[in-house]
T-cell receptor, first 113, second 110 residues
Framework: SQTIHQWPATLVQPVGSPLSLECTVE??????LYWYRQAAGRGLQLLFY??????ISSEVPQNLSASRPQDRQFILSSKKLLLSDSGFYLC????????????FGQGTRLTVV | TQLLEQSPQFLSIQEGENLTVYCNSS?????LQWYRQEPGEGPVLLVT?????EVKKLKRLTFQFGDARKDSSLHITAAQPGDTGLYLC??????????FGTGTRLKVLA
């Protein structure tokens, strides 16, 4: 069966520090991968998605970047965090080549202080 | 820009009551998903609907996709405290992107 791992679960970082959130998927090949950010109690904003290694599509201009160094690994990064980067970050995957259901990781609560 | 508006935004009801949550858009979607999310966790998929007019039932939950595939509803019969959570709809339209709704926060009081 497929599983998705996202870490860390919580993170407190000072303004101006770098960020690296990692997400890995097991049990499937060539998945579509996604990074979302969620405001408290609200819907999800798509940040990045990837349909293959090295292929990254950005949805909104921001202080963040994403990379996919391996087929089942998706990384969300920032060189210098801003206070406005605080939020709940979710990684998700779906079956490659199809647009069906998306399955989510447990999320990372990022607080920039 | 595709948007999915959910209503109501918040709902607090007593155990045993029925409720309906709506997900509306001006865009056509090829499929639509409903998720439930607990605080501090990722959303969990409840159902996917793909055909206009389709109705799916999951125990006390009934999901319907609009005939024109622009809207959907979630009806819960005899709500229980365990139904409490954030309900999210999400649509896809031939790309690899999932567009999420604005969310409905449901609280069922015992």
């Amino acid at each position: 069966s497929q599983t998705i791992h996202q870490w860390p679960a919580t993170l407190v970082q000072p303004v101006g520090s770098p960020l690296s959130l990692e997400c890995t998927v097991e049990g499937t090949s060539n998945p579509n991968l996604y990074w979302y950010r969620q405001a408290a109690g609200r819907g999800l904003q798509l940040l990045f998605y990837s349909v293959g290694i090295g292929q990254i599509s950005s949805e909104v201009p921001q202080n963040l970047s994403a990379s996919r160094p391996q087929d089942r690994q998706f990384i969300l990064s920032s060189k210098k965090l801003l206070l406005s980067d605080s939020g709940f970050y979710l990684c998700a995957w779906s079956v490659g080549g199809e647009v069906t259901e998306a399955f989510f990781g447990q999320g990372t609560r990022l607080t920039v202080v | 820009t595709q948007l999915l508006e959910q209503s109501p935004q918040f709902l607090s009801i007593q155990e045993g009551e029925n409720l309906t949550v709506y997900c509306n858009s001006s865009s056509v979607f090829s499929s639509l998903q409903w998720y439930r999310q607990e605080p501090g966790e990722g959303p969990v998929l409840l159902v996917t609907v793909v055909t206009g007019g389709e109705v799916k039932k999951l125990k006390r939950l009934t999901f319907q996709f609009g005939d024109a595939r622009k809207d959907s509803s979630l009806h819960i019969t005899a709500a229980q405290p365990g139904d409490t959570g954030l309900y999210l709809c999400a649509g896809t339209s031939g790309t690899y992107k999932y567009i999420f709704g604005t969310g409905t926060r449901l609280k069922v009081l015992a």
